[in-house]
């Protein structure tokens, strides 16, 4: 009841594409939902986050999209570029519990030109 | 802001030393932070809980008196990793929770890579 599957393992997108990352959780304790991005060698770093009270949140080009009767959500990266070549991780920690993370899996997104 | 420091970034050491890695919150207290573990191309595996002046709370697998962790002030949490052993290389990565504002953010810091020979 604790894992986040996240989905794909890996994902590549033209330059300019849209870049969609999913993920689902079965503990409705779950109530803070965070996105992470890591590059190699280095420590993850704060993406986006969303609460369960809102449907989507966006930031930039990164905007996040919760639907929680599924108990899904996802990461969509608008004009993917070169940059955002990274590992993407979606987390679920519950505020009320013991505030550990619950990471997915990890999906390695790679935009080419 | 929200900025957390790991020294060093990189250690290479003799199977059966010590190493001891420092996590720093450079710009907020942490009442609470986090050790983790990544292996390559893996998820994070949380280790450890540390909460500023009492004991860690481990993971189930991950021995205590093997990883050492100290939580002395509300900006440093150390890990010692004793008698360091190759198995023990890998990407040990904190992480600290902020402890004002309600927020459940936690912010990483850069990383640790571990090199036993």
């Known amino acids: 009841q604790q894992q986040v599957k996240q989905s794909p393992q890996s994902l590549i997108v033209q330059k300019g594409g849209i870049s969609i990352i999913n993920c689902a959780y079965e503990?409705?304790?779950?109530?803070?939902f965070p996105w992470y991005q890591q590059f190699p060698g280095k420590g993850p770093a704060l993406l986006i986050a969303i609460r369960p009270d809102v449907s989507e949140k966006k930031e930039g080009r990164f905007t996040i999209s919760f639907n929680k009767s599924a108990k899904q959500f996802s990461l969509h990266i608008m004009d993917s570029q070169p940059g955002d070549s990274a590992t993407y991780f979606c987390a679920a920690v519950s505020n009320f519990g013991n505030e550990k993370l619950t990471f997915g899996t990890g999906t390695r997104l790679t935009i080419i030109p | 802001g929200a900025v957390v420091s790991q020294h060093p970034s990189r250690v290479i050491c003799k199977s059966g030393t010590s190493v001891k890695i420092e996590c720093r919150s450079l710009?907020?207290?942490?009442?609470?932070m986090f050790w983790y573990r990544q292996f390559p191309k893996q998820s994070l595996m949380l280790m450890a809980t540390?909460?500023?002046?009492?004991?860690?709370?481990?993971e189930q697998g991950v021995e205590k008196d093997k990883f050492l962790i100290n939580h002395a002030s509300l900006t440093l949490s150390t890990l010692t990793v004793t008698s360091a052993h190759p198995e023990d290389s890998s990407f040990y990565i904190c992480s600290a929770r902020e402890a004002s504002g309600g927020t459940d953010t936690q912010y990483f810091g850069p990383g640790t890579r571990l090199t036993v020979l």
């Open positions: 710009d907020f207290q942490a009442t609470t």
């Open positions: 503990n409705t304790a779950f109530d803070y």
């Open positions: 540390s909460n500023e002046g009492s004991k860690a709370t481990y």
